[in-house]
Every structure is written in structure tokens, then in C-alpha cells.
């Protein structure tokens, strides 16, 4: 199980940090990917890491800006978030996989488990 907090109304520029927190004793073998989902829009990937936190990937409209981190003792990853822009209001979700090969870390289908999500709201 996956549950997001962090989210919130922030004004351009500002900054977020989302957490991801899992249950179960294995999570530090997942990877872990962020979507995020604005309305009227698909699904979209933002950042994932490697199941040792060795690796990151970033989507370009959040390249230099967005930060994947996880803390395996904690069972929790974050996003941090910096000079946010209106367009990344959406909802934000995070999803665990085992397994997922490097040529799928930003495809949704690869991941197996997901948050409920939690919505970011940034104003202009």
C-alpha cells in the first residue's frame, strides 16, 4: 500500500515536498515512479528511482527543478518540488514496481501498485 501527503495550494515559484510512505518489509526492492494527472489530461510521468536509489529519471518540464529522493529505512520517497509553475497543478500519484526495466521506468503500466494521490495546487 502507497500513501501520498504533501500536497496543497502553493504560489508560483514556491516549493513542495510530496512523500510516497509503503507498507511491507520489501519496498527497498521497488522502484518507484511519480505521475501526475492535470484535468482533461492523461497520465502523465514525472520522475522515478531505482529500487536503490542509485539512479533517477526525470521527465524534461520537470527536469532541474523536481528531486526524486528515498529513504529505504523510512519505506518513504519523496519529490521535492522547486519554482513550481501553474502548469504543474495536477494530481500527483506514486507507484511501486518490482522489477521494471530501465526502458519502462516512465511508462505507467510498469508499475504495479499506486497511491490514491494527493493534489497540488499552484497559483499564478
Known amino acids: 500500500q502507497l500513501v501520498e501527503s504533501g500536497g496543497g495550494l502553493v504560489q508560483a515559484g514556491g516549493s513542495l515536498r510530496l512523500s510516497c510512505l509503503a507498507s511491507?518489509?520489501?519496498?527497498?526492492?521497488?522502484?518507484v515512479g511519480w505521475f501526475r494527472q492535470a484535468p482533461g489530461k492523461e497520465r502523465e510521468f514525472v520522475a522515478a528511482?531505482?529500487?536503490?536509489?542509485?539512479?533517477?529519471y526525470y521527465a524534461d518540464p520537470v527536469k532541474g527543478r523536481f528531486t526524486i529522493s528515498r529513504d529505504n529505512a523510512k519505506n518513504t520517497v519523496y519529490l521535492h518540488m522547486n519554482s513550481l509553475k501553474p502548469e504543474d497543478t495536477a494530481v500527483y500519484y506514486c507507484?511501486?514496481?518490482?522489477?521494471?526495466?530501465?526502458?519502462?521506468?516512465?511508462?505507467?503500466?510498469?508499475?504495479?501498485?499506486w497511491g490514491q494521490g494527493t493534489l497540488v495546487t499552484v497559483s499564478s
Open positions: 528511482i531505482r529500487y536503490s536509489g542509485g539512479s533517477t
Open positions: 511491507g518489509r520489501t519496498f527497498s526492492r521497488y522502484n
Open positions: 507507484a511501486a514496481g518490482y522489477g521494471v526495466i530501465l526502458s519502462m521506468m516512465q511508462t505507467a503500466r510498469a508499475y504495479d501498485h
